[in-house]
């Protein structure tokens, strides 16, 4: 028959409550991260977009 050792069933579990809490800390950071760079794509198509307005192809303006 085998006996469950609380101290090391304890001591697992919160190896994995912590292994689950880096990894839910990491998941925010990449979700920012996400964010940051659908801000940072839209910010770049603005000013694209600023800059052919701006700079009209054909306009003859050298």
Do not use: C, W
Not at 4 to 27: D, G, P, W
Not at 40 to 55: C, D, G
Request: aromatic share 6%.
């Amino acid at each position: 028959m085998s006996y469950l050792n609380f101290s090391q069933v304890n001591t697992r579990n919160q190896e994995v409550y912590s292994q689950l809490s880096e990894a839910i800390y990491l998941l925010d950071i990449a979700k920012q991260a996400s964010e940051d760079a659908t801000a940072l794509h839209s910010i770049q198509t603005t000013i694209e977009q600023l800059i052919n307005l701006r700079n009209p192809v054909g306009s003859g303006e050298l």
